[in-house]
């Protein structure tokens, strides 16, 4: 999903999300990125307190959702610097907009949600 996600995400979209924002550190993630605007992994693996490889990993969960657009750029000392930001988001959830995701989910979605389950 790029440019923020859908006010009514289809199933699969609602799925990525909501198991995106499941996890405490990314909900502090987003928390961070909005109050403090658009930062580079080490300072805001510094600011949350968490090391660099497991805020990566979250980011990309993030990113990979729609919730954080990641961007590399090269820092003055000509080291490369990934920056993130979040991504405006509004998300209409009812329980009508659950049963319209609900309906949409792929097979894909379906196999996966098998083999988690186990």
């Keep these: 999903m790029t440019g923020g996600t859908a006010p009514h995400p289809n199933g699969d979209e609602l799925l990525r999300i909501l198991a995106a ?4 550190h990314r909900l502090r993630i987003v928390a961070a990125l909005t109050e403090g605007g658009r930062d580079y992994v080490s300072s805001l693996a510094r600011e949350l307190g968490i090391g ?26 000509g080291k490369a610097v990934k920056y993130f930001e979040v991504t405006p988001f509004a998300i209409g959830l ?10 949409t989910i792929t097979q894909e979605e379906k196999q996966t949600m098998k083999e988690t389950a186990k």
């Design 21 to 24: 924002l499941g996890n405490p």
């Design 52 to 77: 660099r490889p497991l805020l990566h990993m979250h980011l990309q969960r993030l990113e990979a959702a729609g919730l954080v657009t990641g961007s590399l750029e090269q820092a003055s000392d």
């Design 94 to 103: 009812t329980p009508e907009a659950v049963a319209r995701a609900a309906a």
